[in-house]
């Protein structure tokens, strides 16, 4: 039985998937859009990278490692540091001339950080409503022994939590994360570890932020070993009992003409419902496309961080904003370029015109009426029944008394003869079935 309550489900897994005909679960694609920010400061460069972006009510924020790397050398040309860049909607970033670290003989700059831990220093905003105002904004980054734990009280001025690492198992030598998991009520880590020589993920909890449980690695139940670079993991604002990941999967076998390093690299997609148990998708979510230098080493790198944007056109929905690292070791400066998708489109149930039925699970659920995010072609539809957990169809909620659905909605109720109340049924067990034709449906939910 799937307790739905009022929560928002989404089709990125067949968790709530009894059987499909003529219906597929198909992986999205985001958009490419502007050029978000270029690393051309000279404590910036080319490899800078391990960027961290979210909302922070009216403000975005934005961290990432400022580096760079001379091809021809072989080597770095200034020490790591740690940068800022804010925003008022998402799209357009500045650096604030913050005058905190001393550069070159300098303090107008954006550098936030340049201690321990600025290879991969990840910063959040902490939800834990315990947290104090001196530690409302933490991070960690890897130093000498394992993973470090920082504190600020304004995002800003940083300062170690405490001398010794927090966590010790794993390599650590990429981006790891944590966050405050509001679903469950304690923090989450995810890190950098080797599994038999393959780059992968390990992961742990603690409820006050510096003592951990021992570290134990994902598991991708039969999906085969590959090398995850990164993991930028979040628990997904519009479902937050749902874990969205979104890796930097490196092949580094594979070598570009144009440059002499090894390694090519996109970017795949990933879900979990309890942050140990993940389906990963084997094809990309994000291709490196026709641009050259997105096929050298260690490109196509997802930030950490998922944000709500406002659309391109006024009369379109808010969208998601995803943004991904390009020019990475490819001349004189990196860049991070902004992606979108649909609201909830990381995976839909897809028919063709042919049409296709799915049916749920028996489920409950709380509320009102049944609210679907979907988009059709102009020929295309959607349609719902509520059946008992046997299959028979409940009086008053058949396939042809359901309003025919069509168009392009995130949020639309659905009616079965002119009404949309399915609250008589309300905690009780039913399942759903939806017949589709030239349709996605994205995710669903029962609101009050």
Known sequence: MRELGSRRELFVDDWLIDRMDGVELRLGAPTPREVAIVFDAPWEGNVSAYVTVFRDVDLFRMYYRGANYDVATETTTHA??????????????????????????????????????AHNFAPFRDANPAASAEARYKAVASGEGGLYAFRS????????????????????????????????????????????????????TSSDFLQWREPVWLDWDETPPEHLYTNAIVAYPRAPHLFLGFPKRYVPDRTAVEHPYPGVSDGVFMSSRDGARWNRWREAFLRPGPMPERWVNRNNMTAWGIVTTAPGHPSLPDELSIYVSEGYYAGDEGRLRRHTLRQDGFVSAHADARGGELVTRPLTFEGTTLRLNYATSAAGSVRAEVQDVAGAVIAGFALDECAEIYGDHLDRSVEWAGEVSVGSLSGQAVRLRFRMEDADLYAVRFAH
């Open 80 to 117: 790591e540091v740690v940068c800022y860049a804010e925003s008022d909607d998402g799209v357009t970033w500045r650096k604030p001339e913050l005058g905190l670290v001393e550069f070159d003989g300098s303090r107008a700059n954006n550098i936030v950080w340049d201690g321990i831990g």
């Open 153 to 204: 009280p304004d995002g800003l001025r940083w300062e170690l939590m405490q001398e010794a690492p927090i966590i010790t198992e794993g390599a650590f030598d990429s981006q790891n994360l944590a966050f405050w998991d509001s679903e469950r009520g304690r923090y989450v880590d995810f890190h950098r570890g080797f599994r038999d020589g393959v780059r992968d993920i390990m992961t742990t």
